[in-house]
């Protein structure tokens, strides 16, 4: 299941399957393309670090991994109890 689905109480995701919308959409993991098509509009980058959409063939790792960066740096000197 992801980000932003709802699935009903009374849904059977099977294993493997892929749950993905609201509503939500039971998809084979072989069908890429119909997942893609639905979690595209989901906004994970968005929705989880408040990112804009980066252009096709882009990946938003370089400013995600920055942000996590970021909101760890401050514990750098932290030490195990």
Same mark, same amino acid.
């Given at each position: 299941?992801?980000? *932003?689905?709802?699935?009903?109480?009374?849904?059977?995701?099977?294993?493997?399957?892929?749950?993905? !919308?609201?509503?939500?959409?039971?998809?084979?993991? @072989?069908?890429?393309?119909?997942?893609?098509?639905?979690?595209? %509009?989901?906004?994970?980058? !968005?929705?989880?670090?408040?990112?804009?959409?980066?252009?096709?063939? @882009?990946?938003?790792?370089?400013?995600?991994? @920055?942000?996590?960066? *970021? !909101?760890?740096?401050?514990?750098? %000197?932290?030490?195990?109890?």
């Amino acid at each position: 299941m992801h980000l *932003r689905t709802v699935l009903p109480a009374d849904s059977m995701v099977p294993v493997g399957w892929v749950a993905v !919308g609201d509503p939500v959409r039971i998809l084979p993991p @072989e069908d890429q393309d119909r997942i893609w098509a639905v979690q595209k %509009n989901l906004d994970f980058p !968005g929705y989880v670090f408040g990112l804009d959409r980066q252009a096709d063939g @882009e990946s938003p790792m370089p400013a995600i991994s @920055e942000r996590f960066g *970021r !909101g760890l740096g401050p514990h750098s %000197n932290d030490q195990q109890i």
